[in-house]
């Protein structure tokens, strides 16, 4: 398997402009995440799918995030409409569900919002 | 969320042993200990995990107190390419969250 697939690898759009980040989560993992990285909060999770339902939003920080998981093989964060202080790294990052199994990240998208 | 707490920051010399303490008062008795490393400009990555006994695998060691309410990871043999940000985290069933964790610095 190649891993979790994140694009793109980086973005930069406009303040206003609709951005949507995508992940194809590792075959036969059925817990997706969603993270957000800054140097001011650490790596904080926005949300997270068990069998591509969402389980937890509460990370989510506004209405103008949004996450789907619409199959097991495909997610996408997307964030409309942008504001500069959404710059950051995204990680995507999947496991099997349950408490003893290793998670596998993703590359990142490093988004720049102008 | 089950909470834990590190320090901020470790030194080590190269070749010599670092010993990561790591916190975790309010653990559950479901809750796996796991621990991720973040290496320079990339994603996290998985090093050990464990639950009652103490664990080893090519990485590092894995330490749990009897009451589990602590835990420290080793590095036997600090290298260069050790130098991360080291995060101990509780894992329930699914939910994977992150705390600040501790960077380490190798001397060479």
């Known amino acids: 398997d190649a891993g979790v697939i994140q694009s793109p690898r980086h973005e930069v759009t406009e303040m206003g402009q609709e951005v949507t980040l995508r992940c194809k989560p590792i075959?036969?993992?059925?817990?997706l995440f969603w993270y957000r990285q800054t140097m001011m909060r650490g790596l904080e999770l926005l949300i997270y799918f068990n069998n591509n339902v969402p389980i937890d939003d509460s990370g989510m920080p506004e209405d103008r995030f949004s996450a789907k998981m619409p199959n097991a093989s495909f997610s996408t964060l997307k964030i409309q409409p942008s504001e500069p202080r959404d710059s950051a790294v995204y990680f995507c990052?999947?496991?099997?569900?349950?408490?003893?199994?290793?998670?596998?990240f993703g590359q990142g998208t490093r988004l720049t919002v102008v | 969320d089950a909470k834990t707490t590190q320090p901020n920051s470790m030194e080590s010399n190269e070749e010599e042993p670092v010993h990561l303490p790591c916190n975790h008062s309010?653990?559950?008795?479901?809750?796996?200990i796991h621990w991720y490393r973040q290496l320079p400009s990339q994603g996290p990555e998985y090093v050990i995990h464990g639950l009652t006994s103490n664990v080893n695998n090519r990485m590092a060691s894995l330490a749990i107190a009897e009451d589990r309410k602590s835990s420290t990871l080793i590095l036997h043999r600090a290298t260069l390419r050790d130098a991360a940000v080291y995060y101990c985290?509780?894992?329930?069933?699914?939910?994977?969250?992150f705390g600040a964790g501790t960077t380490v610095t190798v001397r060479a």
């Open positions: 075959s036969g993992h059925n817990s």
């Open positions: 990052a999947s496991s099997p569900l349950a408490g003893s199994t290793e998670a596998f």
């Open positions: 985290i509780l894992r329930d069933v699914d939910k994977l969250s």
């Open positions: 309010t653990i559950s008795g479901t809750d796996y």
